[in-house]
């Protein structure tokens, strides 16, 4: 066994080498590059191949064919020398005693850094898998950010691994595919680059759903036998139409992409036989006016299907691709699809932001590359919003699947957002600070909710006013990575601001029922009560305290002199405004408003979640009698407070309709309903709404029970 090994490795290795050997190499590159380019890039492969002398890939060639083969993607590419050399060294960092320090001293700066973005951290800084996969995308996206080509050189070489992916585990094959359809091949499409993205698309589907691939596979093949001559005979008509009428344009036509139309039949549950439009055809002409004309010829030679038709010239996708598409009923009623584009677009589409190194195109073909710098700049934002690796992935997920809307700002200024973008998407796009203060909006001149879905072709109108602030139910429906980012980075500062405030005044409660003044704290002795707790300031300590992952009266005897009497302590309620928000919690089981005898409860993670003092839930149980606080309402409460009401009733039609009526009458809100038994004569409802205090309570009470068709009320 271990010659038949032998054997088939060096079989391997001689493959290898006449397909990604540095001589085919460095003679594709002649092709168009300068021979001094040329000769810095036989001088990183020989620096490369000495780094990984030993070393072998688990197919079994020596490793040194791996990143000759990234590069040799990237060249057929026509990617840069400094590109080419970065890719011959990408994994020296990673799998040998080379530093990116040695290679900037021997290769320069632009190649040390584009080896830097792509190279790994190290394995043992992260708890999990997980953690580690998370910050590595961050660091590779952020070194997009300073050079895009290092995210050619990270495609090329997640590209080479998946074709040679046969030779790994199950497991691993199917961990690899799942993060290429998910990350890699999105980010492939992105940034323009078609011949990529669908490869990845292909290998990863193949490697992760291996018998759907085969399935589907083998039932297109046998539809396409059947209709071999139909590609043939659709560009033929095609390319005679467009001679007819003086446009030389090219034609050419192919089967559509596999997992394109497996994500087809999953998205609209459709079976394979559903799928009609197997086929597509690209026609690539001289300039935008024979795009138009070519779109009017072709829509003579086969009847078109008026709803499946796009205009990506006049409106751009993100990434910068433009193309007329349409959707005609094809020889034998089979539905095509065709693309009409100017050979500029056609380098864009195929190559997208690596067309700028290819062909060196101006005007509007730079549109991959500022789309790429426009989306590239939120990670910026993002990086700097609080929250971990994961959540940072998350949120670049979100915006690797764009499927575009087109809406107008009031000035008509176009911008463009994902497909299910809401107002407050809108809102963060044109400005942070307009989001964050955004209260309403006026779609098309028509005021409407600020969840609402936008679609093609509208005017969006913010309104914003000083008092508005970012609802956390925002989250629920928000599309894009930049509004979700901006929202939760505003609810956690201002979470920690109200905790901050409450934190103290906890605190100096506390300190005030030991006796101790609050000078206490501004004495040098705090420092050490701060060594003790594990923290670096007042204001981090205030912050645990209001979140309640501290208990105030255990931190307040830290401040106690070692010979102090305890004795005399006075019990000085803390008062409760209204407004603390996301640091109190008022509890369900009771529902406490203004007027109610309140006591309040420390919990970990939730600050203070205050019950009346009757309540059974509220009565100490088992929580130690230090978890408690005494409260009190203020005398200027603020906003209004959930109560709930039995209401029983004759079961006449009609009674629900009355008391809802009442509680309306009295300037108050039902937030529920519970018709919990309407057996018999008895209607028995339970009624969730709000109220400003115990007197406003009292009259809707008052209210309810003038109903005649009501026998009883009863605050629960």
């Not at 088939?8 to 085919?24: F, L, P, S, V």
């Not at 100490?620 to 408690?628: I, S």
Request: a positive charge; proline letters at 3%.
């Amino acid at each position: 066994m271990a010659v038949f090994e032998r054997i088939n490795t060096a079989i391997r290795t001689r493959g290898a080498e006449r397909e990604y050997g540095i001589d085919i190499l460095a003679s594709h590159l002649e092709s168009y590059m300068a021979q001094e380019h040329v000769a810095l890039v036989r001088e990183a492969y020989e620096y490369s191949a000495e780094s990984h002398t030993g070393q072998f890939r688990q197919s079994g060639e020596p490793y040194i064919y791996h990143p000759l083969a990234v590069a040799r993607i990237l060249a057929e590419m026509r990617m840069d020398h400094v590109t080419l050399m970065a890719a011959i060294l990408h994994d020296a960092v990673e799998d040998t005693e080379v530093t990116v320090a040695d290679i900037e001293q021997r290769f320069g700066r632009d190649v040390a850094a584009l080896v830097d973005g792509v190279s790994k951290l190290d394995k043992a800084q992260f708890a999990n898998k997980a953690d580690a996969q998370a910050e590595n995308f961050r660091k590779l996206l952020l070194a997009m950010t300073q050079d895009i080509r290092v995210i050619l050189v990270k495609l090329a070489d997640r590209l080479h691994n998946m074709r040679t992916l046969g030779a790994v585990g199950l497991a691993k094959r199917r961990r690899v595919a799942d993060e290429t359809l998910e990350i890699y091949a999105p980010i492939a499409q992105r940034l323009g680059i078609h011949g990529i993205r669908t490869e990845l698309e292909d290998l990863g589907f193949r490697n992760r759903y291996p018998n759907r691939y085969r399935v589907l596979k083998k039932s297109i093949d046998q539809i396409t036998g059947e209709r071999k001559n139909l590609i043939r005979q659709v560009e033929q008509s095609l390319s005679r139409a467009l001679r007819d009428e003086n446009i030389g344009g090219a034609v050419v036509g192919r089967q559509k992409n596999l997992y394109s139309i497996y994500l087809k039949m999953r998205r609209k549950h459709l079976s394979f036989l559903e799928v009609m439009d197997l086929y597509g055809f690209r026609v690539v002409v001289s300039t935008v006016d024979e795009c138009y004309r070519t779109l009017g010829i072709i829509h003579h030679v086969y009847k078109p299907i008026g709803e499946q038709f796009n205009d990506y010239i006049a409106s751009p996708k993100v990434n910068g691709y433009q193309s007329l598409h349409t959707t005609l009923v094809g020889p034998g009623g089979i539905k095509i699809e065709v693309q009409i584009r100017t050979r500029d677009m056609h380098h864009i589409a195929e190559s997208g932001i690596a067309a700028h190194w290819q062909y060196k195109l101006g005007g509007p073909a730079k549109a991959p590359q500022v789309r790429a710098r426009e989306w590239l700049t939120g990670f910026l934002e993002m990086e700097h919003a609080p929250g971990n690796s994961l959540e940072f992935l998350e949120n670049v997920k979100v915006d690797l699947f764009p499927d575009e809307v087109y809406v107008f700002t009031p000035k008509g200024q176009i911008r463009r957002l994902p497909r299910g973008a809401t107002p407050v998407d809108f809102a963060y796009a044109v400005h942070t600070d307009i989001g964050n203060r955004a209260v309403a909006c006026r779609i098309n001149q028509h005021l409407a909710p600020l969840s609402q879905t936008l679609k093609n072709g509208q005017s969006v109108e913010v309104i914003t006013a000083r008092h508005g602030r970012p609802n956390a139910a925002w989250l629920n429906f928000v599309k894009t990575a930049k509004a979700r980012t901006s929202i939760r980075h505003y609810l956690k500062n201002l979470r920690e601001d109200e905790a901050v405030r409450l934190g103290k005044r906890l605190l100096e409660r506390s300190l005030d029922e030991l006796g101790l003044s609050n000078r206490v704290l501004k004495r040098v002795g705090v420092k050490q009560v701060l060594t003790d707790l594990g923290l670096e300031d007042l204001e981090a300590l205030y912050v645990s305290i209001g979140l309640g992952n501290r208990l105030a009266p255990l931190v307040a005897r830290h401040f106690l002199p070692a010979d102090a009497d305890h004795a005399g302590i006075i019990d000085k309620p803390l008062a409760i405004q209204g407004t603390e928000q996301l640091v109190v919690e008022y509890a369900g089981c009771c529902r406490p408003i203004p007027g109610d005898p309140i006591r309040g409860h420390v919990s970990t993670g939730r600050g203070i979640v205050i019950h009346r003092v009757e309540c059974q839930s509220g009565t100490g149980g088992r929580a130690a009698p230090l978890d408690w606080v005494t409260l009190t309402w203020a005398d200027d409460v603020e906003g209004v407070f959930a109560v709930e009401l039995r209401v029983q009733g004759e079961n006449k039609r009609g009674v629900l309709a009355r008391v809802a009526t009442e509680i309306a009458a009295e300037d108050s809100s039902i937030d529920s309903v519970n018709m919990s038994d309407r057996t018999g004569d008895v209607a028995d409802m339970r009624i969730v709404l709000t109220v400003r205090d115990r007197a406003h309570l009292a009259r809707v009470i008052r209210r309810i029970r003038r109903i005649e068709l009501v026998e009883r009320v009863q605050r629960i």
